[in-house]
Structures are given as C-alpha cells and as structure tokens.
Nanobody, 125 residues
Framework: QVQLVESGGGLVQAGGSLKLSCAAS????????MGWFRQAPGKERVFVAS????????YYADSVKGRFTISRDNAKNTVYLQMDRLNPEDTAVYYC??????????????????WGQGTQVTVSS
C-alpha cells in the first residue's frame, strides 16, 4: 500500500523558515521522481518543486526559486522541502507527490501518481 506522509508544517512569521518532510512507503522510492505542490484557499493546486530519482536535478516554480530547496534521501525514503524567506503568499496546504519516472519535469498535478494528505503552512505578516 502506497503511503506518502507529510510533516513539518505550521505557523511561522514572514521571513522565517520551515522544513517539510515526506516519508514514503509501499513502492520503490528510488524509481520515482518526487515533488511538492501547494493549494492556497480558493485556488488550484500548483507545482512548487520536483526532484529526479538520484537527487541530481531539481525543478522549481518561479515563485519559490531561490527561497525553497527540494532534496531527497533514498536511504530513508524521504523527500524534503526547505522553505526560507517565507512570505504570506506562501500560505497553503503543501502536498507531497510521486510519479514513476526517472524524470521530474512534470508540472501538472495530473501527471503524478500518488499524493500525501497535505500539511498546512501558514505565514503571518
């Protein structure tokens, strides 16, 4: 049974940092690209970042480039999202996703196979 379990969300002041984790189980983690999406209230779920199976190539949405860093630890079956210089526009539910591919250049939520339940990130001004 595939499971993606996010953790690390919470309330932070503008300018602060948070690190999200996503623990994966039920599939061969190293065969999958991993990604993060987010959904703000009243808006669609959008791409944030993704990383290929080896961790050597990452992709970012323009809105987070230079502030967020995606990484993975295949030994721990975990993907991370380090979020720095947060601002109120980053407030959203953050979702971890997996796609069975060695590539990670998938920016539509419809391209991804598995999803976590989401973790809330709230940035106060």
């Amino acid at each position: 049974q595939v499971q993606l379990v996010e953790s690390g969300g919470g309330l932070v002041q503008a300018g602060g940092s948070l690190k999200l984790s996503c623990a994966a189980s039920g599939f061969t983690f190293s065969n999958y690209a991993m990604g993060w999406f987010r959904q703000a209230p009243g808006k669609e779920r959008v791409f944030v970042a993704s990383i290929i199976w080896s961790g050597s190539r990452m992709y970012y949405a323009d809105s987070v480039k230079g502030r967020f860093t995606i990484s993975r630890d295949n030994a721990k079956n975990t993907v991370y999202l380090q979020m720095d210089r947060l601002n109120p526009e980053d407030t959203a539910v953050y979702y971890c996703a997996a796609v069975e591919s060695y590539l990670a250049r998938y920016f539509s939520e419809h391209d991804w196979n598995y999803w976590g339940q989401g973790t809330q990130v709230t940035v106060s001004s």
